[in-house]
Every structure is written in C-alpha cells, then in structure tokens.
C-alpha cells in the first residue's frame, strides 16, 4: 500500500510529528496525531450525536488534530476527492 504524503505540522520536533496522507486506492484521509488522554475519550463517550455509539470500539482510536494541521488537512481533502474522481 502506498499513502501519498501531504504534509507535516510545520512547527513539531521530530519526536513529535502530526502528520496526513491520503490512500490513493480509497481516498481514505491517514492521519498521525496525538492520541487523545481519558478524559478526552471519555467526552467523547458522552456524545448525543444520532446514530452515534455511547462507546469507542476497540478498532477505533480518539486522536487530536492541532490547528497547525488544518492548512494541511484541507489539502489532504482536496487529494481524497481527486482520488474518488
């Protein structure tokens, strides 16, 4: 499987690097960010969003996106849509 890179957070180190990609194959958008603490995974639990489980499934994961990424995740949209052309 090859991921085409879009782009990496400008301002991370290099231990510390929220990245995005899209599959080609699917237009699915990859993302590597920071993996959400309890607390936050609990907020999410709690949601009342329709059609939405009250838990995480365990082949699921709560990450957070910093806002330096969303420059980049608007470009790895505009990759996923030219991919499902």
């Known amino acids: 499987m090859h991921l085409q890179f879009i782009g990496v ?49 365990d082949h699921e994961s709560v990450i957070r996106v910093p806002p330096r990424l969303v420059p980049i995740l608007r470009e790895a949209c505009d990759a996923a849509e030219r991919a499902k052309l």
């Open 9 to 57: 957070d400008p301002d991370s180190h290099i231990d510390e690097s929220p990245t995005a990609w899209v599959d080609p194959e699917n237009a699915d958008i990859v993302i590597q960010s920071y993996t959400a603490n309890d607390a936050t995974r609990a907020l999410c639990a709690q949601n009342n969003a329709p059609g939405h489980a009250q838990l995480i499934p």
